[in-house]
């Protein structure tokens, strides 16, 4: 059977738009993950499972005789944000949208099973990785802490994300990093309020905080190598003062980006450093909590060349480039990256609102283009013959 490309538009395109009218938010994608398992059944999957890391669906096809496997991933959740605008086919879940198009990666990727299914073209296994959670940065953990990779194997995996500004038809990726690790912090600094007349009676906490955040931002100018890309934001700093007594303590909460683990190792052992010694200067006590909530994006060059090869095969070598400077965005499929090599891209979405913005929309014209590009890149690495 070969599939009729223009039936297929349509299709995705219904897809993606009921999709888009019944956003869900993380680990709450039941309806979008059911309507996954529908489809993927219909296209005549020989193995659906659901309920992988909670939400997540991982399908799987196999041709031939070939032991390779690869996988393809697509996110499936939504933002808790209200959408504005006038869509025909805006959401019906009040306050949730998908405001960074998700139901379109997950529309694009449905495509992909879809053709991949009738035509084949292919001799190994491919898996379709439908993940939840992806805002969140923790439906890629939850699924590999389920044992996707044991019950699942796969040697690479391939992701793309819609960007607007970039046109649709184009696509653009690079070898390396490519989005950044998102890390919080919040230092809380302990001493002894008082009387706003009598700063000498107690150890207050404000003026030691503001020696604290201006102190941090020495780590990326002083600390790191002038090579490395970071960035330490504060971005609150919260006492219990008031307006004539001093705070006993102060709460300094920030995010920090950077593209490589070392260099976010960095950051948190300096900010130990100096948080410790500022207290010490103001004799209080401190205490700094650091957790990752994204990984670095880190695509491996034989995947990424092959991602590049593909996407010029299917769009044209003129609309296929090489991004110079990797985006300060943080992305969940960096997790699976940890444990397989792979590359993550990007596809223009044209004109349109930004990510995260109230107004967004996927370009449905992009589409046809995310499910070609998974299509292919399955056919050159699990190439028949
Ligand atoms: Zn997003
Ligand atoms: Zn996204």
Redesign the pocket.
């Known amino acids: 059977m070969t599939i009729d490309l223009d039936t297929l538009v349509q299709e995705m395109t219904a897809w993606r738009r009921d999709l888009h009218a019944h956003p869900e938010f993380g680990f709450e994608e039941k309806r979008t993950s059911a309507f996954v398992a529908g489809k993927l059944r219909e296209f005549g999957f020989d193995d659906v499972a659901e309920g992988v890391g909670g939400t997540g669906v991982v399908g799987t096809l196999r041709r031939g005789s070939g032991n390779r496997a690869i996988a393809l991933r697509a996110?499936m959740d939504a933002l808790r944000i209200p959408e504005q605008g006038e869509l025909q086919y805006r959401s019906q879940n009040p306050g949730v949208m998908h405001a960074?198009?998700?139901d379109g990666h997950t529309a694009m990727l449905l495509g992909a099973a879809k053709l991949l299914a009738a035509d084949g073209g292919f001799d190994g296994t491919v898996r379709f990785v439908f993940q939840p959670a992806?805002?969140w940065g923790r439906g890629a953990l939850a699924m590999l802490d389920d044992g996707l990779l044991k019950r699942f194997p796969f040697e690479e995996i391939y992701g793309l994300?819609n960007a607007p500004g970039l046109p649709v038809g184009t696509f653009q990726t690079r070898t390396g990093p490519i989005m950044s690790a998102e890390d919080n912090f919040e230092i809380v600094l302990t001493g002894v309020g008082g009387h706003a007349a009598r700063p000498h009676v107690g150890n207050e906490t404000l003026v030691a905080a503001c020696a604290l955040v201006t102190s941090l931002q020495t780590i990326v100018s002083r600390r790191l190598s002038p090579a490395q890309i970071a960035v330490v934001s504060v971005t609150e700093l919260i006492t219990d003062g008031t307006r004539n007594a001093l705070p006993g303590q102060a709460r300094i909460l920030g995010d920090a980006r950077s593209f490589h683990p070392e260099v976010s190792a960095e950051i948190e052992a300096q900010m130990r450093v100096i948080s410790d010694g500022i207290a010490r200067a103001y004799n209080v006590e401190q205490s700094v909590s650091y957790t990752r909530e994204f990984v670095p994006l880190l695509n491996q060059p034989v995947q990424t060349e092959a991602a590049l090869e593909a996407a010029q095969a299917v769009l044209g070598s003129e609309n296929v480039s090489v991004v110079s400077e990797p985006f300060t965005g943080s992305e969940d499929f960096a997790r699976f990256l940890a444990h397989v090599p792979g590359c993550f891209s990007f596809v223009g979405n044209g004109d349109s609102a930004p990510?995260h913005n109230p107004r967004y929309d996927f370009d449905d014209g992009g589409l046809i283009h995310g499910a070609r590009f998974h299509a292919e890149i399955v056919r050159r690495r699990l190439a028949v013959g």
């Open positions: 996110d960074c198009g998700h992806e805002e994300h990510l």
